[in-house]
């Protein structure tokens, strides 16, 4: 795993399931165009651009710039790295047709092939195991899903955090391991459990 500063801000889920098989770093997804109506999201990630910085890694094709451009407009250009996907022709395995430009996107890349692009953009990363992440089973266990007050606890977590209520779970185990320890984050639960 290459574990980066920096969030990672991508087009979709299977972008980002792509990215997770390498990376340990928060990962955003713009969920496609829809990032145009979602001004929350937006604002969450121009706050994770100015807390930590981001990178934004989106399709080459003509989709995929104009979310990179709309997302990078009024943020700080020292604040964004951008890497780019090479155009390769081809389809992704699971669309039973390729795209309307017929262009591999960033889930039809090898895992060989996007480290190398973060390592041309000089992305500061190192080799990194959890010794103790917090876990789905964490969440679980301190009443942030799967029990009868979970919704409450977890947006009380969300709010104590200063996170947008439509973050995943997963992003939220990635920001969390990414921002606090474990220790940290079990004395915050323990302050916000009903």
């Known amino acids: 795993m290459l574990k980066i500063s920096e969030a990672v801000i991508v087009e979709g889920k299977y972008d980002k399931l792509k990215l997770s098989n390498f990376l340990d ?4 997804e713009t969920n496609g165009f829809a990032i145009y109506k979602d001004k929350e999201k937006l604002k969450f990630i121009r ?11 989106t399709d080459s094709d003509h ?4 979310i990179r451009n709309y997302i990078a407009a009024g943020i700080p250009k020292d604040k964004i790295k951008h890497i780019y996907i090479p155009d390769i022709s081809g389809k992704e395995k699971r669309k039973a047709q390729p795209s309307k430009e017929g262009k591999l996107g960033v889930e039809g890349m090898s895992d060989e092939l996007l480290i190398k692009l973060f390592n041309e953009a000089n992305i500061s990363s190192k080799k990194v195991t959890h010794d103790d992440p917090v ?10 899903s799967g ?6 606890n977890k947006k009380k977590l969300l709010k104590s955090l200063d996170l947008p209520e439509f973050l995943s779970t997963n992003s939220l185990i990635s920001y969390i391991n990414s921002s606090m320890t474990r220790e940290e984050f079990i004395s915050l639960s323990k302050s916000l459990i009903i």
């Open 147 to 152: 029990t009868p007050n979970a919704k409450q």
């Open 63 to 66: 989709s995929g710039f104009q």
């Open 135 to 144: 876990t789905n089973y964490d969440l679980y266990a301190l009443g942030f």
């Open 47 to 57: 706050r994770l651009a100015d807390e930590r910085g981001i990178i934004i890694l």
């Open 25 to 28: 770093t928060l990962i955003i």
